[in-house]
């Protein structure tokens, strides 16, 4: 099973969808202006929303060519990835975060509604030897 769900506290915030039959991506939109200082700083945006998937398989989270191209602005980690035992840990319920960084020499505003990054399912492969049994204790950046 895939899907994405709103976050508590978040009833308003807008689903990411496919903006074409044959999008790969799903459209992340923001829910709040954002404000993105030139010279490589650093912004976080709580989406307040999670995304549910199957054991084997990953969100890859993806800057928008046209953010990326049009503004410098990049998510931070380059690639965001969501495990599947990210949806509904502990501390934050699974709530994506998206941290972005604009390597421009111009500060970058968003506006509510903009599409930011799109997320990709993925699946994933395990080696033979593979023993990993340890679980998620807590949110962002927090497997072991």
Known sequence: M???ERCKGFENVVLPRRST???AGYDFTLNHDVFVPAGKESEKIVTGIKACMNDDEFLGLHIRSSIGIKMEVIIANIQ???DADYYNNPDNEGNIMIILRNLGNKDATLHKGDRV???IFQKYLLTD???SDDM???G???SN
């Open 80 to 82: 965001g990835i969501i």
């Open 21 to 23: 039959k044959k999008s």
């Open 136 to 138: 998620r204790k807590g």
């Open 129 to 131: 030897d593979d023993d």
């Open 2 to 4: 895939r899907k994405f």
């Open 117 to 119: 990054v799109q997320g």
């Open 140 to 142: 962002l950046g927090s």
